[in-house]
C-alpha cells in the first residue's frame, strides 16, 4: 500500500514532504511517490492510495532524494510547529493534525490537500450567501481604497457605517431604531447590550435594575457578559463568575421566569436575554406559545426584551429577523454573523426607540460611554452592505423560506436511526440531529467520532453541547446537496454503531 501525494505549492509541499518521509520512515509498508514534478507548480492535487511493488520501489529512491532537499530547507517549520491556538481545542491532541482550509466556492470548502467538503454549517452559521463571493471581495477593495478604516469614537462617522445602520434600521422590526455596531462578531455585541441595558436603567433612574436573567442551553458568545449569562456549564464553569447579577432559568419554562423576576424583588431585573432559536446549546426552536409568553412577562415586570439573534439575523429562519417571524417586539436585538456573510468581522446592537431615548432625546446629557476601535469600521461596513444587496437581489430569505421544510424533510429519517434520539428542525436552515444516549453512553468521544465520521464522507459539522450535530448551511445549498448531508450523518451513525 502506498500513498500518491501530489502537493500544489511550495509552503504545503514542505510540510507535506516531512510527513511523507516520517511515514516512510516509521511505518512498515508505506511508501511514496510524488507526482512526476514536485518541483513544478501544479494547481491540482489529491490524495489516494494504490497498491504498486515498482511504484514503491520508486517511491523509497524519491524519498531519499526528499530528505537531501529537506536538509535544505530547515528554515521551513513542519505543519505540527505552527503557534496557532485552536479556539475549543485540546491542542495537545490537536497539534499537527488542524484541517488547513485554503479556498472555498459555494457551500464547498477546500483543505490544503485538495479535498472538498460539503460545508453543512455555513462555518459556524454565518457564511449565508456561501463562499466564493466575489462582489463582497470588491467592496472591500473599493472601501479600502478611499479609506479602509477610521475611528468612530466621539466625533467621527463614514458614509459605509452610516448608510449600514440607516440600512438596518429599515429592515427590523422595530419603528425608530438605532445602531450600534461592534467590530468582532456576536460576542461584543451581547456585551455591548449587557452594558447597554444597564446604562440605559441608569439613565432613567432605576440604578438598582441590575440582574440580566438568560435561559439554561443559552449560548451568548464568549466574552465577559456572554460567558456569564451562558447556559452550557461546560463553556462558563471555569470562569464564572465573571459578571456579577446574572441569573439563569430553564430554556423552556416562562413560569421560572415570571417567579425568578418576582423573588428577586420589585425592580431589580434589567433585562431578559433570549435566543428566538437556541443555536450552539443544541437548536431547540421555541417551544409553541413560549416567545409569546415570556414578551408579556417581561412587559408586565417592565424587563428589556434583548433578542439575540446572532445566528438568526439577516434571514436564517425565512425572514429578515426572528424578531419579525415571532412578533417578538424586542427592546434590543444582537446581531452579527450573517450581517456580513462573515466576509469581515462585524456586528450590530439594534436598539428600539425606548432604549435608545434617554441617550438620544434632545437635551439628553446621558452618554454610553462604551465601544471598540473598530467600532464602525469601513471596509467591514462596505462589506455588509454588499452582504445585504446580495441578500436581497438573489431572494435568499425567500430561498431559505422554501427550503425550510425541504430540509426538515430531508433530515427527518435521520430520526428512525437507533444511534439517534431525535432531530430538531422546522425552523429555517437550522436543525441538530441528536445522539442517542445509548450511544453516548459508549464514551465522551462518540460524538468527535461521528463528527470525524461525517468529515471522512466529505460533509462538515460539529458537535452541539456535546449531544447533537449541526446542520446550519448557506443559504445557497440546494436540495441535493441537502440530500448529501443526510446521507453522510446516516452513514456515519451506521459506522460509529459498528464500533
Ligand atoms: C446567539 C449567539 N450569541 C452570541 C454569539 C457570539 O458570537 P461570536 O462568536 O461572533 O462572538 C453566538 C455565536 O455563535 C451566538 O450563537
Redesign the pocket.
Known sequence: MISLLYVPSMAARSSAVIDLVKAALHRDHVGAQVAEDLRGERAHHHRGQVEHPHAVRRSLSVIVELSAMIETMGHIEPAHKSAFWNPFANMAALAGKAITIVGGEGCTVYDADGRAYLDALAS??YCNVGYGRAELAEAADAQMREIAGFQTFEYYTNPPADALCTRIADLVPMSGAKVFLTP???????DTAGKLARAYWRAVGEPNRQVIISRSHA?????AY?TSLGGIPLLTEAFTPLVSHVEQVPWDDPTALEKTIEMLGKDRVAAFFC?PVI??GGVYPPPEGYLRAVREICRRHNVLFVA????TGYGRVGTWFASERFGLDPDVI?S??GLSSGYL?I?AVIVGPRVAEPFWQPGATAVFRHGYTYSGHPAAAAVALANLDLIEREKLIERVAALEPVLAATVAPLSEHPGVSAVRSGTGLLAAVEIAEDLRAAGPAIGQRLVAAVRDRGVITRLLRGVALQISPPFVITEAELARITEAFAGAFDEVRRG
Open positions: 459556524l452559521w468582532g462578531g456576536g460576542s461584543d455585541a451581547v449560548y451568548h458568545g464568549m466574552n456572554g435566543e443555536g450552539a439575540d439573534e446572532v445566528i444582537t452579527a454573523k468581522p456586528g
